[in-house]
């Protein structure tokens, strides 16, 4: 299994509060990825980083921040959670990023709710 | 928006029987992926493949890429309850060069 950490696995927030979860990996590839898994949508990319300091947005950005100021950490951020963000997140992790071949390794995933 | 779509959304089968599960889209893919995820874990890349046409193997499932590179199936033989999961496609290399994921096929294989 490659080695990827997410923190906290399991999550209960009220809405309007910051919410930050994180994601460890310990094969220093360069791309590190955050998803959403909701029903009837599959797995959507919120942001990105192709190395430290550097990130991108994905297709559900909106109400997200990302950072990583290590080559092993990125950490997702809800500024101001809302019930829309009861979701699944994972974090993934690739050496090459989105080009053919690349294979992306998942972590196990963090469940948050929103209440 | 590039969309994959999958079907079946959900299927449910008797240990041996064989199945398709499909993945279309109206964009063109330069690679397309499969994944298996089981409950509680994250997705496991299965298989790539990249050229039109493609067929690969891998024990009992045979995935295959659409000549036009915007469809791809998964046929599984004689299924075992070990092939039950969400199963994903993935496309990657299309108009927004991310990779984007299918809406997933839910597969139960009962004893």
């Known amino acids: 299994d490659a080695g990827i950490t997410q923190s906290p696995r399991h999550k209960v927030t009220e809405t309007g509060t910051p919410v930050t979860l994180r994601c460890h990996q310990t094969e220093n590839h360069r791309y590190m990825y955050w998803y959403r898994q909701d029903p009837g949508h599959g797995l959507r990319l919120i942001h990105y980083?192709?190395?430290?300091?550097?990130?991108d947005k994905g297709e559900v950005s909106d109400g997200y921040s990302v950072s990583r100021s290590k080559t092993e950490d990125f950490l997702l951020t809800l500024e101001s959670a809302t019930s829309s963000q009861t979701s699944v997140y994972f974090c993934?992790?690739?050496?090459?990023?989105?080009?053919?071949?690349?294979?992306?390794?998942f972590g196990e995933g963090s469940w948050l709710t929103v209440v | 928006t590039q969309l994959l779509e999958q079907s079946p959304q959900f299927l449910s089968i008797q240990e041996g029987e064989n199945l398709t599960v499909y993945c279309n889209s109206s964009s063109v893919f330069s690679s397309l992926q499969w994944y298996r995820q089981e409950p509680g874990e994250g997705p496991v890349l299965l298989v790539t493949v990249v050229t039109g046409g493609e067929v690969k193997k891998l024990k009992r499932l045979t995935f295959q890429f659409g000549d036009a590179r915007k469809d791809s199936s998964l046929h599984i033989t004689a299924a075992q309850p070990g092939d039950t999961g969400l199963y994903l496609c993935a496309g990657g290399g299309g108009a927004t060069n991310k990779l984007i994921f299918g809406t997933g096929t839910l597969l139960a294989v009962q004893p």
């Open positions: 980083s192709y190395g430290v300091k550097d990130t």
């Open positions: 993934a992790i690739s050496e090459i990023g989105f080009r053919v071949g690349n294979t992306i390794y």
